[in-house]
């Protein structure tokens, strides 16, 4: 199940691409039956969220960044609760992002979703340099997230 929450207005027909998108994912790898609560924001409020949770850390805690994971578990452990986590999204950073790469915030927005959830899994990867997450990262940790991102794309309707 997908708790959607919106604190910044998505445009029309988001939601139901982006529900679309993670749910296609959450039941290709057994977890449709768990729940993730996916946050729509903005910079200001990601920017915010980032100083709280990280504060020292190796990020920029002025910059905006385009998605944070917040696991409800942790790897390993022997009960995997029916809530896995977190998301919070910045549609001002995906809408950046969306626009340097040459495609919709939908499908941008969908993406962070994927490698959100991927995270809320226990994967992690190096930082990438850029634009975030990167369809192009190549090394064997980026492979598990490019997997869930192709499985998470074919759930989305052509735009």
């Known amino acids: 199940m997908i708790d959607l ?23 290709h790898l057994g977890t449709g039956e768990r729940e993730v609560t996916v946050v ?8 915010r969220l980032k100083r709280e949770t990280w504060p020292g850390g190796d990020l920029d805690p002025q910059a905006a960044t385009d998605v944070l994971s917040f696991p409800a578990w ?3 452990d022997p009960f995997m609760p029916p809530h896995l986590g977190d998301i919070f999204i910045s ?6 992002q969306a626009d ?27 930082h990438a340099d850029g634009l975030g997450y990167e369809e192009g990262a190549a090394g064997p940790q980026w492979q598990v997230f ?10 989305l309707r052509a735009e």
């Open 5 to 27: 929450h919106a604190r910044k207005t998505p445009p029309a027909g988001l939601r139901p691409q982006l529900r679309a998108s993670l749910g296609g994912l959450m039941a």
């Open 40 to 47: 729509l924001v903005g910079d200001r409020a990601i920017r």
């Open 74 to 76: 942790e790897p390993g």
């Open 91 to 96: 549609l001002d950073t995906a809408q950046r």
């Open 100 to 126: 340097a790469r040459g495609h919709s915030l939908t499908r941008e927005v969908a993406l962070l979703a994927s490698h959100g959830l991927t995270h809320l899994l226990g994967f992690d990867h190096p």
């Open 146 to 155: 490019h997997d869930h991102w192709q499985v998470a794309q074919r759930a």
